[in-house]
């Protein structure tokens, strides 16, 4: 099959937010934090610890430093999504990528949120439920106004959509 032709799969046109990266650095912050905290704990726990249990330690506590230094950048150049008149489509992540895509005639819900961190960078994650066992899309960290748009969007898509969604 060829995948250079006319048909191949292209990616989706929109990037989520620039806010997503400080948001995502934020948050890898925090979980390496909690992981320092835990270590700590261990190591004043722990004092007849092995050789072993260090080095495991000081990987983990150098792995939680680089998390929130590299990921959040990764983590913005490979998440994309897009939505037409006739399909929402999604992207995501740098080592496993998947990629989803709904046709319209699918879309049984679609619901935004924000955490109180999202707040903060003025972000919002959409989720478009369909009848797939594979589970909702999510299309994570946009700006708030275009999360609006986007779903104001799809309500009045589907809503013109025929089909039951099933």
């Known amino acids: 099959m060829d995948h250079q032709g006319e048909d191949a799969l292209r990616e989706p046109a929109h990037r989520v937010s620039p806010r997503a990266v400080g948001y995502w650095r934020l948050t890898a912050a925090i979980g390496t934090l909690v992981t320092w905290a835990v270590l ?8 007849d ?9 000081v990987g983990l506590a150098l ?5 929130p230094a590299l990921m959040p950048d990764l983590r913005y150049r490979w998440h994309r999504w897009e939505v037409t008149p006739t399909a929402v489509h999604t992207r995501a992540g740098w080592i496993t ?11 049984q819900t679609v619901d935004s949120s924000q955490t109180g961190l999202m707040r903060l960078f003025g972000l919002r994650s ?3 439920t369909t009848a797939s066992s594979a589970g909702p899309l999510v299309v994570e960290c946009l700006d708030e106004q275009v999360a609006d748009r986007v779903v104001a969007d799809l309500t009045r898509i589907t809503g013109q959509a025929s089909g039951d969604a099933t």
């Open 40 to 47: 700590v704990a261990a190591l004043l726990l722990w004092p």
């Open 49 to 57: 610890r092995p050789g072993w249990a260090v080095a495991l330690g």
């Open 63 to 67: 792995a939680a430093v680089v998390r």
């Open 97 to 107: 990528v998947e990629q989803r895509i709904a046709p319209i005639s699918r879309v």
């Open 126 to 128: 959409i989720t478009v």
